[in-house]
């Protein structure tokens, strides 16, 4: 009995892929004022909390992420003004991270693309603010000694849709509504 067990088991990894255990990440952000541009612009780091990548054979099937909005950092400033960004982009003016503490992000489909850089595009559901969009991007993958390794080409996404608008009596008028990031995530 037992080894039957065992091996339905073993069929079963097999059918549904093997999930692997996010160990290093970095998610890079850059969020512009009016002019879209490296000097109209701020951009930072957040961490990944938790995540996993499933594998069938050497292809992503699936996989999700945990962004802890807690650790939001602003890295293009110091100082008093690094913690003065920091704060504004953690309370209520944009991530309400006292309310949401995480976001996530559910890979939903890999496919295959003729860049020979970016040889995959990613597609899955953003989750911010409790609101989940689709969101795609271009993507190496890689899988050497047992690790698989996503890296992204710089991608955008509509901040409006997740209702990140910047609270302030000029709205959303000096802020442009593109979010752009890249995504690296290595998982064994």
Not at 53 to 62: D, F, P, S, Y
Not at 66 to 94: P, R, Y
Not at 101 to 118: E, G, L, R
Request: charged share 25%; net charge positive.
């Amino acid at each position: 009995m037992k080894k039957i067990f065992l091996l339905a088991v073993l069929a079963s990894g097999l059918a549904f892929g093997q999930a692997k255990k996010v160990v290093s990440s970095d998610v890079h952000w850059w969020g512009y004022k009016v002019a879209k541009s490296q000097a109209s612009s701020h951009d930072g780091t957040i961490t990944v909390k938790s995540g996993n990548i499933v594998m069938k054979g050497n292809e992503i099937t699936g996989g999700s992420f945990v962004l802890d909005m807690n650790s939001i950092n602003a890295t293009d400033v110091s100082g008093e003004m690094q913690g003065k960004l920091n704060g504004h982009l953690k309370n209520g003016d944009f991530f309400e991270v006292e309310k949401f503490p995480t976001a996530a992000f559910k890979i939903t489909s890999v496919k295959k693309n003729n860049d020979k850089t970016y040889n995959r595009t990613v597609t899955g559901d953003l989750t911010v603010k409790g609101k989940t969009n689709p969101v795609s991007f271009p993507a190496n993958v890689t899988v050497k000694d047992g690790v698989v390794t996503l890296t992204s080409n710089k991608f955008s996404f509509d901040r409006q849709k997740f209702d990140v608008a910047y609270k302030s009596s000029m709205k959303d008028v000096f802020v442009k509504d593109e979010i752009d990031m890249t995504v690296k995530v290595s998982a064994k």
